[in-house]
């Protein structure tokens, strides 16, 4: 019997076992930063698993693995067909993941759509957690996490993510290969934490930065931050307010930050 996808929550269940074997692999101790080798053994989270096509291959590398799925209908099959996948019923946006792992894991998933962008703001929260992070999700969020700085993509997402992570774009899906087809093509992102263990600046004030930045990206710095800026700031002199958003690298945000505190 399987599971019937159900538009409220966003499922589109891959179909194609070589597309969900890549995926799997990205998380591999092969495929992972030669100096981490122990992220290639680390426990998986598996967000959505649906029917389990990309559960079937994680759960044959022997590492333990937990699904977190919210539709009640797959956690019973689930608990059926893969009797050694241990299975967390519930929403991944609302769930403490320390409670759905104690230790830190690597988090994976064909992610729905519609909260794609919210789980990666979760990732961020519990970045000390998740040092790798793999999976997929809608082509243009994908490459708009991934994209440098310059792109017309570039966002807020991109540099407060790549602020902690290094985030490779691997390879795109197309619709065919999911029931029901989505109207958008996938892609495949893989993110892995980077060296840094502080910002060196006051961490809040960078997120309202870039998010203030962002929310008026046709202005000019100095145009954009000037409620946040004060007579006699740093800021006020440094030629990193003649540009817009997307031309500044994360160093730029952190240095500009520095610069408004």
Request: hydrophobic share 40%.
């Amino acid at each position: 019997m399987k599971v019937k996808p159900k538009k409220a929550l966003g499922q589109h269940f891959l179909n194609d076992e070589h597309i969900a074997a890549e995926i799997a692999a990205t998380v591999a101790a092969t495929n992972l930063p030669a100096g981490h080798p122990e992220w290639g053994e680390m426990p998986v989270v598996e967000v959505g698993p649906g029917m389990g096509v990309l559960s079937k291959y994680l759960v044959e590398t022997g590492r333990e693995v937990t699904a977190v799925e919210l539709d009640s209908e797959s956690v019973r099959y689930l608990a059926r067909e893969y009797p050694r996948l241990r299975v967390v019923e519930g929403d991944f946006l609302r769930l403490d993941l320390r409670e759905v792992c104690d230790r830190p894991f690597a988090l994976i998933g064909n992610y729905p759509y519609n909260i794609s962008t919210q789980i990666f703001f979760k990732v961020l929260e519990n970045m000390e957690l998740i040092p790798v992070v793999a999976g997929m999700l809608q082509k243009e969020v994908a490459q708009r996490i991934c994209s440098a700085p310059g792109s017309k993509v570039y966002g807020i997402l991109s540099v407060l993510l790549q602020a902690w992570y290094d985030c490779e774009y691997l390879f795109d899906v197309g619709p065919h290969v999911f029931t029901p087809p989505p109207k958008v093509t996938s892609g495949v992102l893989r993110l892995t934490r980077n060296s840094r263990t502080e910002l060196g600046c006051a961490p809040a004030l960078f997120r309202r930065v870039v998010k203030t930045a962002f929310g008026q990206r046709r202005k000019t710095l100095r145009n954009s931050l000037a409620p946040m800026m004060r007579p006699g700031c740093a800021a006020l002199s440094s030629p990193l307010m003649k540009e817009r958003p997307e031309r500044l690298s994360v160093e730029d945000f952190i240095e500009l930050t520095r610069q408004l505190q």
